[in-house]
């Protein structure tokens, strides 16, 4: 069974960084889309950042391009999310997800449905 572990989360103050991992249980870790999503207080699921096909190029959604830096090391099988500059809009549980397609379409890297498999979560809470 596959499994993703998140961890990395924690309480910041505003404007410093934090980086969140993301260690999958997977082989050929490169051939799977991965994507980071977060869950704000009392709203749903919003795609943050993916990398869907073999170049491992991110795509960011609007509100984190600029701040959040996605990468993966194929490697150690392990996703990562840089985050600078933390604004209080930022906090919610960040999430990992992991789907066994690859795509070029990057918009589809940013939606639930692309991902069979989810980490647990992990807590970013940014003070102002």
């Known amino acids: 069974q596959v499994q993703l572990v998140e961890s990395g989360g924690g309480l910041v103050q505003s404007g410093t960084s934090l980086r969140l991992s993301c260690e999958a249980s997977?082989?050929?870790?490169?051939?799977?889309?991965v994507g980071w999503f977060r869950q704000l207080p009392g709203k749903g699921r919003e795609g943050v950042a993916s990398?869907?096909?073999?170049?491992?190029?991110?795509f960011y959604a609007d509100s984190v391009k600029g701040r959040f830096i996605m990468s993966r090391d194929t490697a150690k099988s392990t996703a990562y999310l840089l985050m600078n500059n933390l604004t209080p809009d930022d906090t919610a549980v960040y999430f990992c997800?992991?789907?066994?397609?690859?795509?070029?379409?990057?918009?589809?890297?940013?939606?639930?449905?692309?991902?069979?498999?989810w980490g647990q979560g992990t807590q970013v809470t940014v003070s102002a």
């Open positions: 990398i869907t096909d073999r170049d491992n190029q991110a």
């Open positions: 997800a992991a789907g066994t397609t690859l795509t070029t379409n990057r918009f589809l890297g940013l939606q639930e449905g692309w991902y069979e498999m």
């Open positions: 997977i082989s050929n870790f490169g051939l799977y889309s």
